[in-house]
């Protein structure tokens, strides 16, 4: 294999939720067995000479902890959500780099994997933080809720008719804090995961602290930010289904094979891509075309090979 420095990065996207096939699949041997799988197809990928930094959504592990916290309340200390972004990132890491050694092994490939609690500096001012809208944690009823506003400042809202939850800001990433560790070690041949869940959300005080604020930050858009600034080849992003689509679960729907960043930015102003579902992985792809990404791939975990070759999944390009 050639010089780590020369081979092409990619960033690999993998979502949380793709760690969860189904409620009765939510458990931590379930999920493990899910990672199991996708590595695989991400060390195929390595095989073919791929430098490659995985990244991971957490938004159900978060939640999961986010609950467990809130039984223990009447007996131990809560944990903010900066907190339970690095327990979440830890132990997703730890799964994720165990499946990659255990498949480096397999592959027969002299191999190193590493996982990095990675912090991402968000704008204090960002606009997000006047309106809070990521839900997170358990459902309340209304009166409950109200009692977590007043006592608790919390920001509450109905959801979907399922019942009041929490909300929070979503703001933007700006900048990868541990990007100099992440580029030495890609140098160095490692695969590496890193900016879990986006990354833990901080931002930068007067004197130029860091500190964490009760916020998440969009796995995708924090994949894209940092396959910018490793100015990495490819961002690829893992999703549930094989390919984007056009006109979603009608008869009119269309798999979409290579398109430009244009054309992907006009199908989602028309509104064919759900806010919850593939409106973010778009968003993210043409933030990273524009700038200065060469290509996006979205695709599932098993179509990554094939879809590298353009035979599967959406290709996305400037």
């Known amino acids: 294999m050639s010089d780590a420095g020369r ?38 990928m390595i095989a073919e000479g791929w430098n490659v930094v995985v990244t991971h959504g957490n938004g ?18 809560t944990v903010p959500l900066d907190i339970l972004g690095a327990d979440t990132q830890g132990a997703i890491g730890y799964m994720f780099t165990s499946a990659l050694y255990n498949e480096f092994g397999r592959a027969g490939l002299n191999e190193k994997a590493v996982s990095i609690v990675t912090q991402t500096v968000v704008d204090r001012d960002d ?21 977590h506003e007043a006592e608790d400042g919390w920001s ?50 007067d004197e130029g602290a860091l500190r964490g604020v009760e916020a998440v930050i969009d796995k995708d858009l924090g994949s894209a930010l940092l396959a910018n600034q490793l100015d990495a080849d490819l961002l690829l992003i893992s999703t549930v289904v ?8 009608t008869p009119q729907q269309a798999w979409l094979g290579q398109i430009s960043a244009d054309e992907a ?24 075309l524009a700038n200065g990404g060469k290509k996006c791939i979205i695709t599932s975990p098993g179509k990554i090979v094939a879809a590298l070759s353009g035979e ?3 290709t996305i390009v400037a």
């Open 60 to 77: 159900p592990q978060v939640g999961f902890l986010l609950r467990r916290s809130e039984l223990a309340a009447g007996e131990l200390h």
């Open 127 to 147: 606009p997000a933080f006047l309106a809070p809208s990521k839900p997170i944690g358990s459902f309340f009823t209304k009166e409950q809720a109200r009692v």
């Open 156 to 205: 509450v809202v109905e959801d979907s008719g399922r019942g009041w939850r929490r909300v929070v800001p979503s703001p933007a990433p700006v900048r990868i804090v541990e990007l100099d560790a992440i580029h030495a070690l890609v140098a160095g041949g490692y695969t590496v995961v890193a900016a879990g869940g986006g990354g833990i959300p901080v931002i930068e005080t």
């Open 242 to 249: 094989d390919a984007v689509a056009v006109n979603f679960n």
């Open 265 to 288: 930015s006009a199908y989602l102003a028309a509104g064919h891509f759900g806010e919850g579902s593939m409106a973010p992985k778009i968003t993210a792809a043409t933030s990273y």
């Open 312 to 314: 599967a999944g959406t």
């Open 7 to 44: 081979r092409p990065v990619a960033v690999v996207a993998v979502g949380g939720n793709s760690l969860i096939k189904d409620a009765q699949h939510a458990s931590l041997v379930y999920q493990n067995e899910a990672v199991v799988e996708t590595m695989a197809h991400v060390v195929a």
